[in-house]
């Protein structure tokens, strides 16, 4: 049993910054964040281990976000800069037992919460 909960969404500028967070309850595993805007898909934005040993990035966010978490207080950090106009959707986190880009290797899901990036 997992329970996830993302919060630090907002508005902001093209350029600007948010730091997206996901607390959770019981064993998280492995740890994703997702996006889906509006007519579009469920994206892949990141993934990382348990130990936080290996991360991995969608090639849209590369060198703009970061994933990390800290595992004293079982919650999960997207720290995203450089922000554009295309990155608004509703961003999730997802927990389970795989590192993974897919989407149902992942066995739990937060609510999302909205990025909006417009000038």
């Known amino acids: 049993q997992v329970q996830l909960a993302e919060s630090g969404g907002g508005s902001v500028q093209p350029g600007g910054s948010l730091r997206l967070s996901c607390a959770a309850s019981?064993?998280?595993?492995?740890m994703g964040w997702f996006r889906q805007a509006p007519g579009k898909e469920r994206e892949f934005v990141a993934a990382?281990?348990?130990?936080?040993?290996?991360?991995t990035y969608a090639g849209s966010v590369k060198g703009r976000f970061t994933i990390s978490r800290d595992n004293a207080k079982n919650t999960g950090y997207l720290q995203m800069n450089s922000l554009k106009p295309e990155d608004t959707a509703v961003y999730y986190c997802?927990?389970?037992?795989?590192?993974?880009?897919?989407?149902?290797?992942?066995?739990?899901w937060g609510q999302g919460t909205q990025v909006t990036v417009s000038s």
């Open positions: 997802a927990a389970g037992g795989r590192w993974s880009p897919t989407p149902r290797e992942y066995s739990y």
């Open positions: 990382i281990t348990w130990s936080g040993g290996s991360t």
């Open positions: 019981g064993r998280t595993f492995s």
